[in-house]
């Protein structure tokens, strides 16, 4: 099968912004309201250093979701 080279792995933190941005909101208090979780996870979250699975999972994610739609 051929694959296309895994692209750019986001930062935590970029990827937090770019929840905000596809949600339309700008707060991270509002995030942990949409993911129905404290504002501390949100938080915990933006301090992860080394990418994990779920962070290239979701890397991959936004990055076909800002090529579809022009985000």
Known sequence: ???LPM???YTTPEIISEM???L???HDNELAEYLEVGKQ???QYKQK???DIQQK???ELLTLI???NSI
């Open 1 to 3: 099968m051929n694959y």
């Open 7 to 9: 692209t750019d792995i």
């Open 20 to 22: 905000k941005n596809i």
């Open 24 to 26: 339309g909101i700008t």
């Open 41 to 43: 996870s949100v938080y």
């Open 49 to 51: 250093v080394n990418p």
């Open 57 to 59: 999972i979701i890397s």
């Open 66 to 68: 800002k090529e579809n």
